[in-house]
Every structure is written in C-alpha cells, then in structure tokens.
C-alpha cells in the first residue's frame, strides 16, 4: 500500500477518502464549516474506515438537518445512525 506524504500510517485510499470529505464538509453554514474545520483538526488523521463511511452519510444532509443535529436540537435522522453508533456525533460535538 502507498502512503501519502505528510500522512505515516494512512493507507492512500483512506487518505484520498478523507480528502474527499474535508472537501464535502465545505458547506453553505459557516456553523457548519466552523465545527468540521475543527473536527477534522482534532481528528481527521485518526478516523478508521467504518467512521469515514459513516462521516459521508452525515454530509448527505442538508446543511439546516446537519447544523440541528450537530447541536442536539434533533434526533438523528436514519442516515445519521451510524454515526450516532460510531459516537461521531459525539466527537463533532467536542
């Protein structure tokens, strides 16, 4: 497996996934953007494969759905029980 430079132990294929999502996290809310810049931050270089996948699921939400979420105002949504089981939830709401 090749790694990428500036990530020691991140197989190339989860690296490139990662990538993809920080771009995806880019969104319409400043809340939102602020709250995953800092996640990503904090964990990025740790998530396995299971909480990468779950991570997409969550950016399938609209931004209004993630923000609520993301703050506890709501329950999560079906596509957002994997993360809510992976405690992504929790590690975006640090």
Do not use: K, Y
């Amino acid at each position: 497996m090749t790694e990428p430079s500036g990530s020691p132990g991140i197989p190339e294929e989860h690296a490139a996934a990662l990538r993809r999502l920080r771009w995806r996290a880019r969104r319409g809310l400043l809340e939102n953007d602020l709250l995953f810049t800092r996640f990503f931050a904090r964990h990025g270089e740790s998530l396995d494969p299971a909480q990468t996948a779950a991570l997409g699921e969550l950016l399938d939400l609209d931004d209004n759905t993630l923000l609520a979420l993301l703050l506890g105002h709501i329950e999560p949504p079906a596509q957002a029980q994997a993360a809510q089981r992976l405690g992504l939830l929790d590690m975006l709401r640090d």
